[in-house]
């Protein structure tokens, strides 16, 4: 079994930034990469960013250059790095253990289910 147990949401205005943080415990060799997904009301999840164990990253359009997924392997944390918010980050923000799979030049990310509980992410405008 893996747990994830994510943190450091909020309320920021437009424009400010937030780092949000997963701590992994558990079972974990058969994982080889994290992701963070978000739901905001009335909204399917989706994946905003995945990272795999060699540190391979990939985002969703609507964050790519605002968003950074990063992980601290000593800490067993994971962190998604936000600048610029906007009112349409807001959501319920997920961190989630995957499968990681290349091919060619593009990155593909499978969830596993382990999530953690989500954090809130609110932006003001």
């Known amino acids: 079994q893996v747990q994830l147990v994510e943190s450091g949401g909020g309320l920021v205005q437009a424009g400010g930034s937030l780092r949000i943080s997963c701590v992994v415990s558990?079972?974990?060799?058969?994982?080889?990469?994290f992701g963070w997904y978000r739901q905001a009301p009335g909204q399917h999840r989706e994946l905003v960013a995945f990272?795999?164990?060699?540190?391979?990253?990939n985002y969703a359009e609507s964050v790519k250059g605002r968003f950074t997924i990063s992980r601290d392997n000593a800490k067993n944390t994971i962190y998604l790095q936000m600048i610029i918010l906007k009112p349409e980050d807001k959501a319920v923000y997920y961190c989630?253990?995957?499968?990681?799979?290349?091919?060619?030049?593009?990155?593909?990310?499978?969830?596993?289910?382990?999530w953690g509980q989500g954090t809130q992410v609110t932006v003001s405008s």
């Open positions: 989630n253990a995957g499968d990681f799979r290349q091919s060619g030049g593009s990155y593909y990310y499978t969830p596993l289910n382990y």
């Open positions: 558990g079972t974990t060799f058969s994982i080889n990469a």
């Open positions: 990272i795999s164990g060699g540190g391979r990253t």
